[in-house]
């Protein structure tokens, strides 16, 4: 079975501009999760989706934003990109939102490597 | 608020020492999870612990859950020089989901 599978790879951008990052969970898997990792701060939860709706939300500005689709695919936007913003986005997937632990086992991809200049 | 605290931040030993890290909560949890993230991938699961008391071995890593269910503990024999990374530990909570609340990492480099 094919991991979560996370484009683009590597990104650069400046500020000021937006960029969109995508995800693809493991077959089978409805809820999808995005994180942000700097060496600071550690991960931080941004989001999950289950089912094409957003269940749980961190503490990040509404620049940040995300959608699912009705594959499960999710995809992740930054608008006016600031330096802070530059960090490791993961996005991992588990099977449901719901049902106890055996179910909330999250499998992350790569990341998409974010440089603001 | 819930607070999750791994220590220590920071580990360099020789190869083939033994050590241990450790992760504690302000709060009881549903289950816990532990992590190894090596640099530039994503985290890989190692382990899911859910029920007080639980001792889990895999391989030269030996996992263990507090009977309180507000602590674990990760333990490994023999250090190799492939067990270097970070190592992250998660917990979930049933009133929330399972979202699961990520402690800030043990970044270990283990020295040949």
């Known amino acids: 079975k094919a991991g979560v599978t996370q484009t683009p790879r590597y990104l650069i951008k400046t500020r000021g501009q937006q960029v969109t990052l995508s995800c693809s969970p493991i077959s089978g898997h409805r809820s999808v999760s995005w994180y942000q990792q700097t060496p600071g701060q550690g991960l931080q939860f941004l989001f999950e989706y289950f089912s094409e709706t957003q269940r749980n939300k961190g503490n990040f500005p509404g620049r940040f934003s995300g959608r699912q689709f009705s594959n499960s695919r999710s995809e992740m936007n930054v608008s006016t990109l600031e330096l802070g913003d530059s960090a490791l986005y993961l996005c991992a997937s588990r099977v449901r939102s719901s049902g106890g632990p055996a179910y909330n086992e999250q499998f992350f991809g790569p990341g998409t490597r974010l440089t603001v200049l | 608020t819930q607070l999750l605290e791994q220590s220590p931040q920071f580990l360099s030993i020789q190869e083939g020492e033994n050590l241990t890290v450790y992760c504690n909560s302000s709060?009881?949890?549903?289950?816990l999870q532990w992590y190894r993230q090596e640099p530039g991938e994503g985290p890989v699961l190692l382990v899911t612990v859910v029920t007080g008391g639980e001792v889990k071995k895999l391989k030269r890593l030996t996992f263990q859950f507090g009977d309180a269910r507000k602590d674990s503990s990760l333990h490994i024999t023999a250090a190799q020089t492939g067990d270097t990374g970070l190592y992250l530990c998660?917990?979930?909570?049933?009133?929330?989901?399972?979202?699961?609340?990520w402690g800030a990492g043990t970044k270990l480099i283990i020295k040949p």
């Open positions: 998660a917990v979930g909570f049933e009133d929330s989901n399972y979202q699961l609340i």
């Open positions: 709060s009881v949890f549903s289950s």
